[in-house]
Structures are given as structure tokens and as C-alpha cells.
């Protein structure tokens, strides 16, 4: 039920803090918060524009990978797309993860809780 939000909204690598190196220096942003069914939402990342790939995930079972697109000129990595209005999307709260591959070093990622009403 959780997971469909994901498919819509944020994204992320689904799987262990294990494959990657938590990294204090990525800063995630998402607006609006609290996060609204049947609204759009941001998330932007200043992750790395020379990364591969950045790619975002709801840390419920099943959620799809979502990925970021690069903007060079305000130097970010952002994923924006509508949160639905269903019954498989309950409110709650969420943990959002944002991994950032490269192919000079281990994936990075960072976290961030967040409320859907």
C-alpha cells in the first residue's frame, strides 16, 4: 500500500544502508512539507553534478527507483512529481533515501524522514 507512493513520488535504491556510505555533506530538501495526497513535491539534492546517476526511493517494500535529473545551472539534482490520492497511499510517516553513484567512489546517500497527510 505504502509502496504505491513511491511509485509516484520520491525516489530511491531500495535496499541495505550497506551498499553505500552515509554522507553528512549531501543535503536533501523536499517542499512542501508536510507532503500532500493528491499534490505535487520537490525533492532537490546538491549532490555531485560529475555523479553517474542520482536516484531516490520510499524505504517501503517494493518502491520503485526514481531518477534525478541534473540542473547545472543552480548546480542540483532534483526529482519532482504528484504524491496520489488512493487508498493504497496512507498517511503517515516516511523515511526517503537519495543515492548518488559515481564511478570513482562507493554510492553515497542520505536520509530523510518525512509526514504525508
Not at 544502508?17 to 512539507?33: H, K
Not at 549532490?47 to 526511493?57: H, W
Request: a positive charge; aromatic letters at 14%.
Amino acid at each position: 500500500m505504502r509502496s504505491f507512493f513511491l511509485f509516484f513520488f520520491l525516489s530511491f535504491l531500495a535496499g541495505c544502508a550497506s551498499i553505500g556510505v552515509r554522507d553528512a555533506s549531501l543535503q536533501l530538501q523536499i517542499t512542501p512539507l508536510p507532503l500532500l495526497r493528491g499534490q505535487p513535491a520537490l525533492a532537490e539534492v546538491n549532490a555531485p553534478l560529475d555523479a553517474d546517476k542520482v536516484t531516490g526511493t520510499v524505504l517501503v517494500m517494493g518502491s520503485p527507483e526514481l531518477i534525478f535529473r541534473k540542473n547545472a545551472e543552480k548546480g542540483i539534482w532534483y526529482f519532482y512529481g504528484s504524491i496520489p490520492f488512493s487508498p493504497w497511499v496512507q498517511p503517515g510517516s516516511y523515511t526517503i533515501r537519495v543515492m548518488v553513484y559515481s564511478t570513482h567512489e562507493k554510492p553515497h546517500y542520505t536520509e530523510m524522514k518525512v509526514d504525508l497527510k
